[in-house]
RNA sequence: GGCCCGUUCGUCUAUCGGUUAGGACGUCAGGUUUUCAACCUGAAAAGAGGGGUUCGACUCCCCUACGGGCUGCCA
């Protein structure tokens, strides 16, 4: 068996969005798992919606998601001229022909085959015209598509699609300013580039019919085929800009951690038995196309906050802290201090119990990113009443003296509240106010061990005044 | 209009002719609890509709409905 190479080949004219997102993951899966090729290209043929700030866009977006590819990234448009080459050795073996029909006169026949509700695909009158008869004229070539028998192709995922020939229409291959079309572009790259796996959208499986066509003129061996259905937004209507957040950078820009984004989309639409969760060392030796359903999945927010959730749990501690840094550096916050950094790191095992998002995160350990004097929230400034002031001068004293480890402090704090007949949720409030100025935090003796005895004494004796 | 693809709990899905149709997210109820989150126990929740084939259909076939795609000198 020789090496699966796959492609990812979105067209420069938005962000990466989470369909395409989907599709590159799957791509980079399939080869990944079996130590292939993934490749780039970016179809950048149309000029006027190509942005090269759009393709930085896709590969900032890729490289969040860990989605590493062979080689630099190929470009559509700087192939041109292989393109058009092949239009001409199709022309010369007569698999294809030039057509002198002007766009209005084309137009012309659609409006009335619309208004007859008859068959839009157009048919050119000169097919079979003889090169001695044509006209000095611009003129587009197109492809000479068969008209009678039927055509069967073979999808992984959607399996033997059949499609009548009469329904094949005589597609451009080169515009009449002689640049290549689309259709023709993508089969001669992914030839040249040697994908065995063409892994896409669904949107492309009837086009597949047409690129077949090339397939067969040039006599090139045709790649594998697995047509993805497309993702939903939570409404089940195609996902757009209505539904909200739509580009992975939306995703990045709200926290959610890229191994929980990759589990999700990888787990929407393809599944292996009943794995939910999964690493990335499991997804891509399970992955396999023959895991893909055949219909559009809807996406969802809350399962995709849970996965994260667990991914956050999981995650290595100094991962953790440079996925933080560089979401920080990414959403343009201000950097953390050596300190806060070192702070974060102690204190990750209890935020990272915790927290869905990297927002979240940073929210909790609030404590131990900011230092004295501690400034209380609303919320954290109502728990320290007066009583709850008096009760914080007493305890601080006994905890001054004790040795500094989980079992002593929780000891100290039970029997402080047991001799004042108090339960410990009334101390609770005022210690995390004490402690972190918030009321969302990680346990209190959670805080303390963090920062340690010194620090706890003195956030609790400016508290008490 | 023509052609192609799809349809299991609210959502993601398992099942590949015989199961009390399973799991996960979410929801609800109860428990635990130190806020948030988590955790424990339990519950409600599905084969689009109609015909076939078969001893037996979620599973195979047909029709309908609904959803999506293609039908460009866009990609």
Redesign the pocket.
Known sequence: MSEVVTRFAP?P?GALHIGGARTALFNWLYARGRGGKFLLRI????RA?SDPANTQAILDGLTWLGLDWDGPPVS?FARMDRHAEVARAMLAAGAAYKCF???EE?ETF?EQARAE??????RSPWRDVPSDQHPDA?F?IRVKAPRDGQTTLHDTV??D????ND?L?D??LL???GTP???L?VVVDDHDMGVTHVIRG??????AFRQNLIYLAMDWSAPILAHI??I?G?D???LSKRHGATAAADYQAMGYPAAGMRNYLT?????H??D?FFSDAQARAWFDLD?I??????F?V??L??LC?QHIAAADNAALLHEIVAFLAATGATALTPEQEAGLLRAMDSLK????TIP?LLE?AHFVLTSRPIVQDDRAAALLTDDARILLSELTPQLQTVSWDRDTI?TTLTTFCNARAI???QM??PL?AALAGR???????DMMLVIGQTETIARLTDASA
């Open positions: 067209s004219t179809e950048d043929t149309d919606r559509q029909a002007t766009q084309i659609r509700k008859a068959s839009t695909l157009y611009p587009v959607q399996g699609v059949t499609l009548s329904q229409d597609m451009v515009r009449s300013d079309v689309y259709m572009a669904d949107d492309h499986l009837t086009n259905p497309l939903f939570p089940g209507k195609k787990r929407l639409g393809w599944s038995g009943d939910e895991g359903g055949k219909s559009p999945a809807r969802d809350k399962k906050e849970n959730g119990e915790r927290s869905k979240e909790k929780e339960k410990f949720g609770a409030g995390r009321t969302v935090c990680p346990s209190v003796f």
